[in-house]
C-alpha cells in the first residue's frame, strides 16, 4: 500500500503515474495498491498493517499537534506486535518521545548516515524505529 497526497510541484518528483509506473517496471505492480489520503487522518481500519513506513514526509506537517496526530494515525493502523519506520529531517526526537509516552516498545532513533543528507549535512535524515505491543 503506497499513499500519498500527491502534490503538484513536490520536488521529488512524486506523482501517482511515477509511482504506478515504477511499480510496474519492478514487476510489482499487481501487488501495489495506490491511495490518495492525508497522514493525518487514514482511511483505513486500526490494526491493519503489519508495518507502516514513512520515509521523508512527516516533516512536511506544518504543525506539532498534526505531527502528532500524523503518528498517532501510523499506531493505529499498526496491528499489535507490528513495526513502525520513520526516516525523517526533522522533529525525529520529537516523534520517538511521542511513540514512547504511547507505550510503545523498543523506540530508538539513528542518523541514517552522510548518504542521506540534505543540503550537506545541515539537514541529516534520521530513522526512529519501534514495535506495538502484542495484543
Known amino acids: 500500500m503506497i499513499v500519498d497526497l500527491w502534490r503538484k510541484g513536490d520536488q521529488s518528483g512524486n506523482a501517482e503515474a511515477a509511482t504506478r509506473r515504477n511499480a510496474a517496471a519492478e514487476g510489482v505492480a499487481d501487488r501495489v495498491d495506490v491511495q490518495t489520503a492525508d497522514m493525518t487522518s487514514l482511511p483505513f481500519d486500526a490494526a491493519s498493517f503489519d508495518v507502516v513506513v514513512s520515509n521523508l514526509a512527516v516533516h512536511n506537517v506544518k504543525t506539532r499537534a498534526g505531527r502528532t496526530k500524523a503518528i498517532d ?58 514495535s506495538k505491543p502484542p495484543a
Request: aromatic share 8%; no cysteine.
Open 73 to 130: 494515525e501510523a499506531v493505529r493502523v499498526l496491528r499489535p506486535g507490528g513495526r513502525l519506520l520513520i526516516a525523517d529531517l526533522r522533529a525525529t526526537k520529537e516523534y520517538q518521545n511521542h511513540l514512547a509516552a504511547l507505550g510503545i516498545r523498543d523506540v530508538t532513533r539513528s542518523n541514517l548516515g552522510w548518504r542521506m543528507w540534505w543540503s550537506g549535512p545541515w539537514l541529516p535524515t534520521r530513522l526512529v524505529t519501534a
